[in-house]
C-alpha cells in the first residue's frame, strides 16, 4: 500500500509545504519571503511572521495540487532544525496540531539530513540515486560539511566549516558588491559573463577536510576598498569579472577538499546537496571530476537544492517507514546535531 507524508519546511526564509507519495512528489510549493531583500539577511522576526502568514494557504495549496484528501494522509514530518528558532516553531506547531487532529504520527527531520535524502526521489530529471556508502558535500547559506552517508540513518561529518558557510561567502561577498540578499544566485547570473581569472583571491590554509571562508570576505572587502579610491564606478565596471573570480575561488575551496576526501575515503559516489549546489559553477566542476572518470557525480534536479519541503516529506518517508516517531512535546534545535 502507498504511503503519503505531508512534508513541512520552514527553518529559514521559505514556507514550503509537499506531499510525496513513496518515493514520488504529488505537490511541492514554497512562498518565498520577499521582505529580507533590502536588509543584506534573513531578519529573524521577519521571518518568523511571515510563516505565519504563509503556512496555511501554502498547505492547503499543496494538498489540493497533490489531489489527495487529508484523511489519506499517513503522517506529517516538519524540519525541526537546525534553523532560526522562532521559523522552526511556526512549522513544528502546524506540524503537531496536524497530527493531532488527523490522528497520525509527527515526524522530525533534520533539514541538513533531508538536503542529503532529495537524491531518493523518485523523478525523471534526476535518473539515478546514489549508492550507499556516498560522500556528500552539502553547502547551504548555514552550513558546509562533507558527508558520508552510510544509509538513510547513518550520517557522518567529516569535514566542516569552521567560519562561515559557502553560501554565506557568495551572500557576502554580494553584499559587498551591493547586491540584494539572497546574491549567490546572482554572482552565479554575472559569473556566467565574466573571466573567472580576472582577480585572484588567496585560499585558506586549513588542516584536513574542513573549510574557511571568513578569509574571502575580508580580501574581497580589502580589494574594493581600495579599487574604488582610484575609481568609484570599479564594482559597476566589473561586476561580471569580479563575480566569476568570487565563484571560481568558492569553488576551488570546496573541491579542493572534496578531492582530498575521495581519496582518503576511497570512495568514489560523489554527491552534492543544499541551496550552492544551484550554482553551474559548482555542478561543472563535479562533472569535470566525471568526465575525468574520477567520480561517480549526483546531483539534484535544481528545484530540490534549494530549500524546499519535498526533501523533508522524503527524508520523513523514511523514518516513517523505521517507525521513527517523535512525540508531541518535542521541541526544534537551532544549531546541527548529527
Ligand atoms: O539550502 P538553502 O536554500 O538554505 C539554507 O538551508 O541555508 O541555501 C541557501 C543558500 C544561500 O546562501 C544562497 O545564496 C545560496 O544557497 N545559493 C546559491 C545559488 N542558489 C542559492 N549560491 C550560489 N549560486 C547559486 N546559484
Ligand atoms: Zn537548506
Given at each position: 500500500?502507498?504511503?503519503?507524508?505531508?512534508?513541512?519546511?520552514s527553518?529559514?526564509?521559505d514556507t514550503s509545504?509537499?506531499?510525496?507519495?513513496?518515493?514520488?512528489?504529488?505537490?511541492?510549493?514554497i512562498a518565498?519571503?520577499?521582505?529580507?531583500?533590502?536588509?543584506?539577511?534573513?531578519?529573524?522576526?521577519?521571518?518568523?511572521?511571515a510563516h505565519?502568514?504563509n503556512i496555511?494557504?501554502v498547505?492547503?495549496?499543496?494538498?489540493?495540487?497533490?489531489?489527495?484528501?487529508?484523511?489519506?494522509?499517513?503522517?506529517?514530518?516538519?524540519?525541526?532544525?537546525?534553523?532560526?528558532?522562532?521559523?522552526?516553531?511556526?512549522?513544528?506547531?502546524?506540524?503537531?496540531?496536524?497530527?493531532?487532529?488527523?490522528?497520525?504520527?509527527?515526524?522530525?527531520?533534520?533539514?541538513?539530513?533531508?538536503?542529503?535524502?532529495?537524491?531518493?526521489?523518485?523523478?525523471?530529471?534526476?535518473?539515478?540515486?546514489?549508492?550507499?556508502?556516498?560522500?556528500?558535500?552539502?553547502?547551504?547559506?548555514?552550513?558546509?560539511?562533507?558527508?558520508?552517508?552510510?544509509?538513510?540513518?547513518?550520517?557522518?561529518?567529516?569535514?566542516?566549516?569552521?567560519?562561515?558557510?559557502?553560501?554565506?561567502?557568495?551572500?557576502?561577498?554580494?553584499?559587498?558588491?551591493?547586491?540584494?540578499?539572497?546574491?549567490?544566485?546572482?554572482?552565479?547570473?554575472?559569473?556566467?559573463?565574466?573571466?573567472?581569472?580576472?582577480?585572484?583571491?588567496?585560499?585558506?590554509?586549513?588542516?584536513?577536510?574542513?573549510?574557511?571562508?571568513?578569509?574571502?570576505?575580508?580580501?574581497?572587502?580589502?580589494?574594493?576598498?581600495?579599487?574604488?579610491?582610484?575609481?568609484?564606478?570599479?564594482?559597476?565596471?566589473?561586476?561580471?569579472?569580479?563575480?566569476?573570480?568570487?565563484?571560481?575561488?568558492?569553488?576551488?575551496?570546496?573541491?579542493?577538499?572534496?578531492?582530498?576526501?575521495?581519496?582518503?575515503?576511497?570512495?568514489?559516489?560523489?554527491?552534492?546537496?543544499?541551496?550552492?549546489?544551484?550554482?553551474?559553477?559548482?555542478?561543472?566542476?563535479?562533472?569535470?571530476?566525471?568526465?575525468?572518470?574520477?567520480?561517480?557525480?549526483?546531483?539534484?534536479?535544481?528545484?530540490?537544492?534549494?530549500?524546499?519541503?519535498?526533501?523533508?516529506?522524503?527524508?520523513?518517508?523514511?523514518?516513517?517507514?523505521?517507525?521513527?516517531?517523535?512525540?508531541?512535546?518535542?521541541?526544534?534545535?537551532?544549531?546541527?546535531?548529527?
Amino acid at each position: 500500500m502507498s504511503v503519503y507524508i505531508l512534508g513541512i519546511e520552514s527553518s529559514c526564509d521559505d514556507t514550503s509545504a509537499a506531499v510525496i507519495r513513496d518515493h514520488k512528489i504529488l505537490a511541492n510549493l514554497i512562498a518565498n519571503q520577499q521582505v529580507h531583500r533590502d536588509f543584506g539577511g534573513v531578519v529573524p522576526e521577519l521571518a518568523s511572521r511571515a510563516h505565519q502568514q504563509n503556512i496555511i494557504p501554502v498547505i492547503n495549496k499543496a494538498i489540493l495540487a497533490a489531489k489527495i484528501r487529508k484523511n489519506q494522509i499517513n503522517a506529517v514530518a516538519f524540519t525541526n532544525g537546525p534553523g532560526l528558532l522562532g521559523s522552526l516553531m511556526v512549522g513544528s506547531s502546524f506540524a503537531k496540531a496536524f497530527a493531532l487532529a488527523l490522528g497520525i504520527p509527527l515526524i522530525t527531520v533534520n533539514h541538513m539530513h533531508a538536503h542529503i535524502l532529495a537524491h531518493f526521489i523518485e523523478d525523471e530529471e534526476q535518473p539515478k540515486s546514489p549508492p550507499f556508502p556516498f560522500l556528500c558535500l552539502t553547502v547551504s547559506g548555514g552550513h558546509t560539511q562533507i558527508v558520508v552517508v552510510h544509509n538513510t540513518r547513518e550520517m557522518e561529518v567529516i569535514g566542516q566549516t569552521i567560519d562561515d558557510a559557502a553560501g554565506e561567502a557568495f551572500d557576502k561577498a554580494a553584499k559587498i558588491m551591493g547586491l540584494p540578499y539572497p546574491g549567490g544566485p546572482l554572482i552565479d547570473r554575472h559569473a556566467q559573463k565574466g573571466n573567472p581569472l580576472a582577480f585572484r583571491f588567496p585560499h585558506p590554509r586549513v588542516p584536513g577536510l574542513d573549510f574557511s571562508f571568513s578569509g574571502l570576505k575580508t580580501s574581497v572587502l580589502y580589494f574594493l576598498r581600495d579599487q574604488l579610491k582610484n575609481d568609484p564606478k570599479f564594482i559597476a565596471a566589473n561586476i561580471d569579472d569580479l563575480s566569476a573570480s568570487i565563484q571560481h575561488t568558492i569553488v576551488g575551496i570546496l573541491m579542493k577538499q572534496m578531492r582530498k576526501a575521495v581519496e582518503q575515503t576511497g570512495i568514489r559516489h560523489v554527491a552534492l546537496a543544499g541551496g550552492v549546489s544551484a550554482n553551474s559553477g559548482l555542478r561543472r566542476a563535479f562533472m569535470q571530476e566525471q568526465d575525468d572518470k574520477n567520480w561517480e557525480v549526483y546531483i539534484p534536479r535544481f528545484d530540490y537544492c534549494t530549500d524546499n519541503a519535498a526533501m523533508i516529506a522524503m527524508a520523513g518517508y523514511f523514518k516513517y517507514l523505521d517507525g521513527d516517531f517523535a512525540p508531541l512535546d518535542t521541541t526544534p534545535f537551532t544549531r546541527y546535531q548529527g
